[in-house]
């Protein structure tokens, strides 16, 4: 069925912030994959959560609490429902995609990776996705490949199978580039990476917020995201973990909530999720991220990714015609996900980002946290526009007016 189209002036309305002035100008904010914008609605819920239901949730038997602790394990369903988790134990409040890769990095990796085992990444990785790893790597004794990027940004699919003959015992790699924008086909790489006795890691960090994602499908082992670049607070996040996996896993953090009993010998831990979930929770960040999960639900996540596939689709025509523009990534909108990372001539990104900001157009210029990938592509830094369910192609005009503004100051 084809997705409806979503209703832009209707839902720039819901997000106040879009009304401000940057010196002078209208903003036009093009940097989501960093975070997004929050609707009227996140911000209500949080505040309504505030004024009628606050109390620390499973903490106490009154009103509060019970109302509180319903808000709190009423949202984990909804939120573990939004990337197809059926299992309540399955979903684990963290404070966003690192934590959560972090999480994966001490409580399953410790324990179960050894001595010259493998661990494969992508050469497309967020910092994130690569740090977690080197850290467990040097711990262990383990070593680290990555898979390499064909000429147009695709995973070089040949290097990666050479990879999982080699049994690695962890594969990590990113549902879709913060860089280059590559959608990677998760569902196959899972498949294989399972096959050669690999547990598998997936980055949904600016996949989970632009398209529908359901983690039986794709059949991962595990998957981190961030409530902030999906509409929702700062501080939240997800990581959703096969049951097998988690049961056999240690706590990464401890302390209050995450035990059944504690002695002065010892303790035992709490049943899942709450086992990984030490102390008072962000219940304010889970109410919010709830709040922006009802928001991307109502208006259809295959919407939200055909709208972006769209302006990706103008704004990718619109910069091969402009002079001296160099893109990252496959030329394919629909290979890609809602983020152009760009060079102009030999303009430094950070002169590119002052200019277009004097214009009112937020855009993120640097290693962008992927500093390896920068290295293969022989650049340090890029400029980057990224997109969401607000923005619209007078957006992406004011984007290149702006960069000719920068081609006339350079001279280019
Ligand atoms: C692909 C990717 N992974 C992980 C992260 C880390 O997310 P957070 O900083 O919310 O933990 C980011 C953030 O930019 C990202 O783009």
Redesign the pocket.
């Known amino acids: 069925m084809k997705s409806q189209p979503l209703e832009i002036e209707r839902i720039r309305a819901d997000f106040p912030i879009l009304k401000k002035r940057v010196h002078g100008k209208k903003l036009v904010y093009l940097d989501n994959?960093?975070?997004t914008q929050k609707p009227r609605s996140v911000v209500e819920a949080i505040g309504n959560y505030y004024t009628k239901h606050n109390a620390n949730p499973h903490r106490g038997v009154h009103q509060l609490s019970i109302e509180a602790t319903e808000v709190f394990d009423g949202s984990r369903k909804k939120i573990g429902a939004f990337v197809g988790a059926t299992d309540y134990d399955e979903v684990i409040f963290t404070?966003?995609?690192?934590?959560?890769?972090n999480l994966v990095r001490y409580g399953w990796g410790s324990p179960n990776v050894a001595e010259d085992d493998l661990i494969v990444l992508t050469m497309m990785?967020?910092?994130?996705?690569i740090v977690p790893w080197q850290l467990l790597a040097a711990e262990k004794g383990a070593r680290i490949e990555f898979v390499r990027l064909t000429g147009n940004g695709r995973l070089d699919m040949e290097h990666f199978e050479e990879l999982m003959e080699q049994s690695p015992a962890l594969v990590a790699f990113?549902?879709?580039?913060?860089?280059l924008g590559t959608i990677n086909d998760t569902k196959e790489l899972c498949a294989r990476a399972r096959q050669a006795g690999a547990t598998t890691v997936v980055?949904?960090?600016?996949s989970v917020p632009h398209m529908a994602v359901d983690v039986k499908e794709m059949g991962c082992d595990f998957l981190?995201?961030?409530?902030?670049?999906m509409l929702g607070p700062?501080g939240i996040?997800i990581l959703y973990g096969r049951k097998e996996k988690l049961q056999e896993m240690q706590p990464f953090k401890s302390g209050g909530d995450m035990i059944k009993e504690v002695h002065t010998t010892g303790a035992r831990w709490n049943d899942l999720p709450y086992k990984f979930e030490a102390g008072t929770q962000n219940v304010e960040g889970v109410v919010g991220l709830s709040a922006a999960v009802d928001y991307l639900q109502a208006l259809g996540m295959d919407s939200v990714r055909e709208h972006e596939r769209e302006l990706v689709s103008y704004a990718l025509g619109r910069m091969n015609d402009a002079p001296g523009v160099t893109i990252y990534g496959p030329q394919d909108p629909s290979e890609r996900g809602g983020v152009i990372s760009f060079n102009l001539g030999d303009i430094h990104p950070h002169d590119i980002a002052s200019i277009l900001d004097e214009e009112g157009v937020a855009v993120r210029s640097g290693h962008?946290?992927?500093q390896p990938l920068m290295e293969s592509l022989g650049i340090p830094a890029a400029t980057r526009a990224s997109f969401y369910v607000y923005n619209t192609r007078e957006e992406v005009d004011a984007l290149m007016d702006a960069l000719a503004k920068a081609r006339r100051i350079f001279c280019i």
Do not use: I, P, R, Y
């Open positions: 994959a960093a975070t404070a966003g995609a690192t934590e959560s890769l990785e967020h910092h994130s996705n990113t549902q879709c580039s913060n860089v980055d949904a960090a600016q981190a995201f961030s409530g902030h670049k700062m996040g962008h946290c992927a």
